[in-house]
Nanobody, 123 residues
Framework: QVQLVESGGGWVQAGGSLRLSCAAS????????MGWFRQAPGKEREFVAA????????YLADSVKGRFTISRDSAKNTVFLQMNSLKPEDTAVYYC????????????????WGQGTQVTVSS
């Protein structure tokens, strides 16, 4: 069992930055792929970024490449999503997710989810 708690969301102007954190408890990172997804009002939940179990491979959606990075602090069991050059279309609720062997970009294949944190980017 894994419990995930996100933090770091908020309001920012376009071009600004935010860093989201996801604190995990219950298991170590080496057992899970860690992912970030987002969901805007009226839209489906979409993949943003993921980190392999070893932490050696990162995956990023095309829409965020060059702007977002995913990383982790294994000692603190925390994964981060650094978001730079934010755009209004990045506005969404951001969710942290974990699974032992998901299809990386498919939300339905992740078993564990956080409660989400709101990110609002104004133009």
């Amino acid at each position: 069992q894994v419990q995930l708690v996100e933090s770091g969301g908020g309001w920012v102007q376009a071009g600004g930055s935010l860093r989201l954190s996801c604190a995990a408890s219950g298991r170590t990172f080496s057992s899970f792929v860690m992912g970030w997804f987002r969901q805007a009002p009226g839209k489906e939940r979409e993949f943003v970024a993921a980190l392999s179990r070893t932490g050696g491979t990162t995956y990023l959606a095309d829409s965020v490449k060059g702007r977002f990075t995913i990383s982790r602090d294994s000692a603190k069991n925390t994964v981060f999503l650094q978001m730079n050059s934010l755009k209004p279309e990045d506005t969404a609720v951001y969710y942290c997710a974990a699974d032992r062997a998901p299809a990386i970009t498919s939300a339905t294949t992740y078993d564990y989810w956080g409660q989400g944190t709101q990110v609002t980017v104004s133009s």
